[in-house]
Structures are given as C-alpha cells and as structure tokens.
T-cell receptor
Framework: GDSVTQMEGPVTLSEEAFLTINCTYTATGYPSLFWYVQYPGEGLQLLLKATKADDKGSNKGFEATYRKETTSFHLEKGSVQVSDSAVYFCALRAAGNQFYFGTGTSLTVIP | DAGVTQSPTHLIKTRGQHVTLRCSPISGHKSVSWYQQVLGQGPQFIFQYYEKEERGRGNFPDRFSARQFPNYSSELNVNALLLGDSALYLC?????????????FGEGSRLTVL
C-alpha cells in the first residue's frame, strides 16, 4: 500500500546551519507530495508541495524536489532560524484523495 | 476568510463514554477529512466525506463514525471510548478538483480518555 517514510528525529541545529530532512515514498500511480509543518499546540500547515515528477516546491526558504527515480521528496533549507523549530511531516496524496503522512521529524534550532 | 474551525478544542472523557467532535470547513470546500494524531506520530486517516457521502475510511473500528451536513460541516463520533483513543483529532477541508488539492487543517480537538 501507499506509505511515507521520513527521517527519524529529533534534529538539533545551530542557527544558520543547513537542514535536510529525508523523505521517501511508496505509491501506486503518480501521487502529489507535500511537506506540512506543525508548531507546538497548533494544527498542520502546508509548507510546500509538488504535483508531478521533477517539480520543485518552495516556500519560506525551504525547498523539496519530487524525484520519481528515487521516490524521494527531501526537504532542505540553506540557513535555518530559531523560528523554524517545529515538527515537519512529509505526506503524499494517493488516488481517491486520501493522504498518508510520515511520522514527523522534530527540529530544534538553537541560537 | 475563516479557516477550518473545530470544537471543542480540549475535552476529557472517561472510558466507555461517547464523544462528538465538530468541524466547519473553509467556505467553498466540499470535502472534509478526519485524522487521528497520537502523540509523537503523524496523522492517521479516519474518514473522508465529499458532498455528504463517505468517500474513504481508514483502518479504524466501527466505534468511529462520521457524517457531513448539507452546509458541508462535519461531525466525528466515537463510542465506547478506550484509553487508546486519547489523541489530537484533526479535521481538514479541501477542494479535490483543484490542482494540488492540499488539505487545510484546523487546530484540532485534543481528547483525553481517563
């Protein structure tokens, strides 16, 4: 069945460090891929998305490229800030509009 | 514009009780989905409704049920509560016909079962 596997956390980085959170997926067909972010005590917010192979989603300095050949959608940011501290979820939208989420990666950025 | 709204935000129940959670989607969105998020895990799909019809159901027992009303708002009902039902219940609305079709989440209803 469809599923998402993402890098285990927690991840702790110093401000201005480079961030990579790995995400791979298993799906039939051609899913859309998403990264969501969850700040403490809040619901999930869409961070970025890509709807087809080789698309690059980007937002707030974060980027992820839909790689069909490696079934990956890794999240990257060149210089993290303290305000980026949150839990990040990789997700795919399968046929029938059902979403599958990874287990989440907690990021803490220290000054 | 108002986002997805959920009520109540927090509630405490005891084992065996029943709970009803409510959700209002973003105006114009006809699809509502429910997810369960256990602490430290990603959201797990429970139900999806579109135009008042159930379009998908996740791997949850029959104690879980839902419905969607003519104004597209939705209720999630859980009967015979168990300790393991303690979680954040997230409602999401979407417009499946749009390219991308992302989910827009509410802030959730945090259920604690004692």
């Amino acid at each position: 069945g469809d599923s998402v596997t993402q890098m285990e956390g927690p991840v702790t980085l110093s401000e201005e460090a480079f961030l990579t959170i790995n995400c791979t997926y298993t799906a039939t067909g051609y899913p859309s891929l998403f990264w969501y972010v969850q700040y403490p005590g809040e619901g999930l917010q869409l961070l970025l998305k890509a709807t087809k192979a080789d698309d690059k989603g980007s937002n707030k300095g974060f980027e992820a490229t839909y790689r069909k050949e490696t079934t990956s959608f890794h999240l990257e940011k060149g210089s993290v800030q303290v305000s980026d501290s949150a839990v990040y979820f990789c997700a795919l939208r399968a046929a029938g509009n059902q979403f599958y989420f990874g287990t989440g990666t907690s990021l803490t950025v220290i000054p | 514009d108002a986002g997805v709204t959920q009520s109540p935000t927090h509630l405490i129940k005891t084992r065996g009780q029943h709970v009803t959670l409510r959700c209002s989607p973003i105006s114009g969105h006809k699809s509502v989905s429910w997810y369960q998020q256990v602490l430290g895990q990603g959201p797990q799909f429970i139900f999806q409704y579109y135009e008042k019809e159930e379009r998908g159901r996740g791997n949850f027992p029959d104690r879980f049920s839902a419905r969607q009303f003519p104004n597209y708002s939705s209720e999630l009902n859980v009967n015979a509560l168990l300790l393991g039902d303690s979680a954040l219940y997230l409602c999401a609305s979407s417009n499946p016909g749009l390219a991308g079709g992302e989910l827009f989440f509410g802030e959730g209803s945090r259920l604690t079962v004692l």
